[in-house]
């Protein structure tokens, strides 16, 4: 699994401003959940974003994760983290050491969105060593975390109002 925090809020002492500020995290998460599925709309094999809100001690936690298979969720972390130019050794079986020749990925860093049809060239084939190239990082959810800040600050608002207008409408009636 794959985990994203999305922020940690400290719960507020009165129930109806804390139970805002959470329906307000769950909003939010729910939209960064829409916004990191553009980026895996084109895969084959895609990871599964969710979302999950709780209450741990005297927090609110949003979570956004990946789930899915291992391989894929392995492939999702070598996209959005980057990997380093490596080499791959020597296979005892030259026909599964196959490559394209050329590759025009469907994802770019710092936009959060895929294309359809990352392109291969031609079939290359090596029996020896090869060095990948490395990818670079696309970091989807530091970007959705810079385009969502002032959602979210506005949502946060708009949850602490809320429930602070509950919490009074509470209090008068009693």
Same mark, same amino acid.
């Given at each position: 699994?794959?985990?994203?925090?999305?922020?940690?809020?400290?719960?507020?002492?009165?129930?109806?401003?804390?139970?805002?500020?959470?329906?307000?995290?769950?909003?939010?998460?729910?939209?960064?959940?829409?916004?990191?599925? &553009?980026?895996?709309?084109?895969?084959?094999?895609?990871?599964?974003?969710? $979302?999950?809100?709780?209450? $741990?001690?005297?927090?609110?936690?949003?979570?956004?994760?990946?789930?899915?298979?291992?391989?894929?969720?392995?492939?999702?972390?070598?996209?959005?983290?980057? $990997?380093?130019?490596?080499?791959?050794?020597?296979?005892?079986?030259?026909? /599964?050491? &196959?490559?394209?020749? $050329?590759?025009?990925?469907?994802?770019?860093?710092?936009?959060?969105?895929?294309?359809?049809?990352?392109?291969?060239?031609?079939?290359?084939?090596?029996?020896? /060593?090869?060095?990948?190239?490395?990818?670079?990082?696309?970091?989807?959810?530091?970007?959705?975390?810079?385009?969502?800040?002032?959602?979210?600050?506005?949502?946060?608002? &708009?949850?602490?109002?809320?429930?602070?207008?509950?919490?009074?409408?509470?209090?008068?009636?009693?």
């Amino acid at each position: 699994m794959v985990r994203y925090e999305v922020t940690k809020v400290g719960i507020p002492r009165f129930e109806p401003i804390a139970r805002a500020v959470e329906l307000g995290l769950q909003e939010e998460a729910k939209a960064i959940q829409a916004e990191a599925g &553009k980026f895996f709309m084109t895969w084959e094999g895609k990871p599964d974003v969710s $979302t999950k809100v709780e209450r $741990t001690g005297d927090s609110i936690v949003a979570t956004v994760y990946l789930t899915g298979d291992a391989r894929i969720l392995d492939i999702a972390k070598w996209v959005i983290h980057g $990997t380093k130019r490596h080499d791959i050794p020597k296979s005892p079986k030259p026909w /599964q050491m &196959k490559y394209p020749g $050329t590759f025009t990925p469907k994802t770019q860093p710092g936009v959060v969105q895929s294309v359809s049809g990352g392109k291969s060239g031609e079939a290359t084939y090596h029996g020896k /060593q090869v060095t990948h190239p490395g990818i670079k990082p696309r970091r989807i959810f530091e970007k959705i975390a810079q385009d969502r800040r002032r959602h979210f600050r506005l949502r946060m608002a &708009k949850s602490m109002a809320k429930g602070l207008a509950n919490a009074i409408r509470t209090a008068v009636k009693r």
